[in-house]
């Protein structure tokens, strides 16, 4: 079992940068592949990025792609979501989340595929 933790959100003005973190614990967390979501006020949750167990594969939201960098490293149990260029409609709570049982079957974009969600971390963009 996976338990993980948000943080590095916060209150920013557009065209500005921010780098999210997500740290887990369990011996385990290399093998798993990991996922951001986020969820703005009145808004169904959205799949932001998703990073292979090992790194070696990502994948992000169509409107994501360009401004937004997942990443990983193993020794420190952490997951990381770099954001630049941010625009007022990032506005949103940003969470982090480990692969469940259903991840080969439902694909790293749903997410009904992670099993181990944190309380998420809020993104406020200013405009």
């Known amino acids: 079992q996976v338990q993980v933790v948000e943080s590095g959100g916060g209150l920013v003005q557009a065209g500005g940068s921010l780098r999210l973190s997500c740290a887990a614990s369990g011996r385990t967390f290399s093998s798993y592949a990991m996922g951001w979501f986020r969820q703005a006020p009145g808004k169904e949750r959205e799949f932001v990025a998703f990073i292979s167990w090992s790194g070696g594969s990502t994948r992000y939201g169509d409107s994501m792609k360009g401004r937004f960098t997942i990443s990983r490293d193993n020794a420190k149990n952490t997951v990381y979501l770099q954001i630049n260029s941010l625009k007022f409609e990032d506005t949103a709570v940003y969470f982090c989340?480990?692969?469940?049982?259903?991840?080969?079957?439902?694909?790293?974009?749903?997410?009904?595929?992670?099993?181990?969600w944190g309380q998420g971390t809020q993104v406020t963009v200013s405009s």
């Open positions: 989340a480990a692969e469940g049982t259903r991840y080969r079957v439902l694909g790293p974009e749903n997410g009904q595929s992670y099993d181990y």
